[in-house]
């Protein structure tokens, strides 16, 4: 001992109840919240091979190949999940939204099978085209084509929606 100081004791807990009931002192010690694993996230998906969530991967069972369709209620598929998709296949998808229904129809890694003659039978059942998605995490995958504007003046509507791979999107006029 130096000078007058005085002796001090520590008391150590029981490191039983320690291992049992850590304590957690800053955010980075809690665990992980089970929303933020990155399932369903588009950018997740392609960038660190998360998995699809179960609502996305409905939607892909019932869209297992080039044009296949499917029909589900509005509140059970968005451009987001469409996006994942994308991510998850490489394929573009198509939605288009009629009262409290979506048409979802899948493309291929280069386009959706969907024609001016198509474009105009959909707008005439009373359909508007939602979006659809394009391959790719790059600002140039949201760049709407001649055939994308061609197949918006169909549609009785100015705007629809580009979403790439990543989840991003830009709206296009035609």
């Not at 001992?1 to 320690?18: F, H, L, P």
């Not at 288009?96 to 969907?114: A, D, H, P, W, Y």
């Not at 003046?153 to 296009?172: D, E, P, R, T, V």
Request: with cysteine; proline share 3%; glycine share 6%.
């Amino acid at each position: 001992m130096i000078g007058n100081e005085a002796s001090s004791s520590i008391t150590i807990a029981d490191e039983s109840n320690m291992i049992n009931n850590p304590i957690i002192d800053s955010p980075i010690d809690q665990p992980i919240d089970q929303r933020n694993t990155g399932k369903g996230n588009p950018n997740a998906i392609l960038h660190s091979g998360r998995p699809l969530n179960n609502r996305q991967q409905k939607l892909l069972n019932m869209l297992a190949g080039y044009d296949s369709k499917t029909t589900v209620n509005k509140k059970d598929a968005n451009m987001k999940d469409l996006s994942a998709l994308t991510a998850a296949t490489g394929d573009e998808f198509s939605m288009f939204t009629k009262c409290q229904e979506k048409l979802i129809i899948r493309g291929n890694s280069n386009s959706v099978n969907v024609n001016k003659k198509t474009a105009y039978q959909l707008n005439k059942q009373g359909y508007r085209w939602s979006g659809h998605t394009h391959p790719g995490y790059t600002d140039l995958c949201l760049w709407a084509s001649d055939g994308d504007k061609l197949i918006l003046k169909q549609f009785k509507q100015k705007m629809s929606a580009i979403y790439n791979s990543k989840g991003n999107h830009l709206l296009f006029n035609k």
